[in-house]
């Protein structure tokens, strides 16, 4: 069984005003303060370690891509955000991992949170299967499409927009801050499972190129998940 899954986060304030070098009352100067100490890229994204978890989304599928469940979460306790991602993963013993970028960020994130609640993550995390970069039972995307890093880093509304996935997201990544300080955890929600169902339908696409899946049963696949994105799209987070 594989995992599609997908977190979004806000930074860590509380947690970044111990780490920089000195106090500040301002939070747009936090984060510049942060950006400039704490980042390793140019972007100035700070590292997994300094983000919280506001939301996440995952589809169990089975091996041959058929849907069985989902499950969601959003809120402000992350510790029991963090206890119900725990409970879906513990569903089945050898799980699998299917992501973008979630070996950059995600899983790490999950590791540092994990470890700020004292919490304790499925024995499954801990195994070559999943550690390993190269893995097939741990697929991301940006590794896929990049041939690790042989080539350029996909983006995942581009690589939607490259195979006519319909993307209608509530937001981009950089407006869940804004989104949160509202009190629309919802539409956070909202749109992580945006993105949760175009990255499942990805990876459709992408098993149908290599040749994995047979034209007929990827066909049937897709025009589900995809009736499934459009519908939620057309939906208003609550």
């Known amino acids: 069984m594989y995992f599609v899954f997908d977190i979004e986060t806000i930074p860590d304030f509380e947690f970044i005003e111990r ?3 000195r106090e500040t009352q301002n939070r747009d100067e936090l984060l510049e303060l942060a950006s400039e100490e704490l980042a390793r890229n140019k972007s100035g994204f700070l590292p997994p370690m300094y983000h919280q978890m506001v939301s996440w989304v995952g589809f169990w599928i089975d091996d041959l891509g058929n849907p069985k469940s989902e499950h969601r979460w959003n809120g402000k306790d992350e510790k029991q955000g963090l206890l119900e991602l725990i409970d879906s993963l513990s569903m089945y013993k050898d799980f699998r991992l299917i992501h973008h970028n979630g070996k950059g960020f995600d899983i ?10 004292h919490l304790q993550l499925p024995a ?3 195994t070559q299967d999943i550690r390993y970069r190269y893995s097939k039972d741990n697929v991301d995307l940006v590794d896929e499409f990049s041939n690790y890093g042989a080539s350029s880093f996909p983006k995942l509304k581009h690589l939607g927009l490259l195979i006519g996935v319909p993307f209608k997201q509530t937001g981009e990544g950089n407006l869940v801050l804004e989104m949160f300080d ?3 955890l919802a539409k956070i929600e909202h749109y992580c499972l945006e993105d949760v169902i175009a990255t ?3 990876w459709l696409h992408y098993k149908y190129t290599v040749g994995e899946f047979k034209p007929e049963h990827y066909e049937n696949l897709r025009e589900r998940a995809t009736r499934k994105l ?3 799209q057309e939906s208003t987070p609550e």
């Open 19 to 21: 780490a920089v070098s």
């Open 230 to 232: 459009i519908q939620v």
């Open 200 to 202: 499942y339908l990805i």
């Open 182 to 184: 509202k009190g629309e």
């Open 108 to 117: 790490p994130l999950v590791v540092y949170r994990a470890m700020k609640h």
């Open 124 to 126: 499954r995390f801990n």
